[in-house]
């Protein structure tokens, strides 16, 4: 890296909404729930509830999650006034939405396109397990998790501070080229650990599945330790291939 720092005016990720759980401050949720009425929540209930439905595609999401949006704005509400009356565990696992903010770097300008944002993008979906689309604003670019609550929150969180981060670091270089070279350096080097990151965990995943399996033949048939290796391979290759077969389900269920 060269010694010498340039300053050079960046663009700026700020957090814009979290999705915490919390309430707002001001009036209290009942009464700001009462004030829109309850056509309001169910509208805004149903848009969640369209999201997060099983046979859903990117593009219906994503509508759904913006109609949301719009009413939250709309009547000054938030996902937690929404759904009040949901116990803790039903609210945890119900899906949410946070946002971060891209700033131009300077006042009246506008927001530059950089690719390097969407490969940082892509790296955090996969990091925390959530979904993101991009909204363009008057004056800032709206960058949107939608998925279990907990997980947008840690992905908007991290977003902010890697795009932030990146910025800083990329400072260091002369040129644009250069800057924009170790930005999407940074950014693809994170979606490659992130997606090894997930790898590795399935394999344990399916390794742990495997000792499971293997202890519950031992109980049953009192099988040897050399019958047990190619059982193993063949409820992995039947798991991808015939996942609905006779013959998984039945080992599964030893």
């Known amino acids: 890296?060269?010694?010498?720092?340039v300053p050079v005016a960046k663009q700026r990720a700020t957090i814009g909404w979290l999705d915490n759980g919390e309430g707002s401050t001001g009036a209290s949720a009942p009464s700001k729930v009462s004030s829109v009425g309850q056509d309001v929540i169910e509208r805004i209930k149903k848009c969640f509830e369209r999201a997060e439905h099983e046979e859903k595609n990117e593009s219906e999401a994503r509508a759904a999650v913006m109609m949301a949006?719009?009413?939250?704005?709309?009547?000054?509400?938030?996902?937690?006034?929404?759904?009040?009356?949901?116990?803790?565990?039903?609210?945890?696992?119900?899906?949410?939405?946070?946002?971060v903010n891209i700033w131009p770097a300077k006042d009246g300008g506008a927001v530059?396109?950089?690719a390097w944002v969407n490969d940082l993008?892509?790296?955090?979906?996969?990091?925390?397990?959530?979904?993101?689309?991009?909204?363009?604003?008057?004056?800032?670019?709206?960058?949107?998790f939608y998925g279990i609550a907990?997980?947008?929150?840690s992905a908007s969180i991290a977003f902010e501070m890697c795009h932030n981060l990146i910025q800083e670091w990329a400072g260091s270089y002369t040129t644009v080229a250069a800057r924009n070279s170790y930005s999407l350096g940074v950014a693809d080097g994170l979606c490659r650990l992130a997606e090894q990151e997930r790898v590795d965990t399935e394999n344990a995943a399916r390794e742990a599945e495997n000792k499971a399996f293997a202890a519950r033949l031992v109980r049953i048939f009192d099988l040897s330790s050399?019958?047990?290796?190619?059982?193993c391979r063949l409820r992995d290759s039947l798991r991808y291939t015939y996942s609905r077969s006779t013959l998984f389900t039945c080992l599964i269920a030893c």
């Open 121 to 144: 993008v892509c790296a955090i979906r996969k990091f925390f397990d959530c979904n993101s689309y991009s909204t363009n604003l008057l004056d800032n670019v709206e960058w949107t």
């Open 226 to 231: 050399s019958a047990l290796t190619p059982l």
């Open 1 to 5: 890296m060269p010694s010498k720092k």
């Open 69 to 99: 949006s719009k009413y939250l704005k709309k009547y000054n509400l938030s996902r937690a006034d929404v759904m009040e009356h949901e116990d803790q565990n039903t609210r945890a696992a119900r899906g949410g939405m946070s946002n």
């Open 112 to 114: 530059k396109n950089q």
């Open 150 to 153: 907990e997980h947008t929150l």
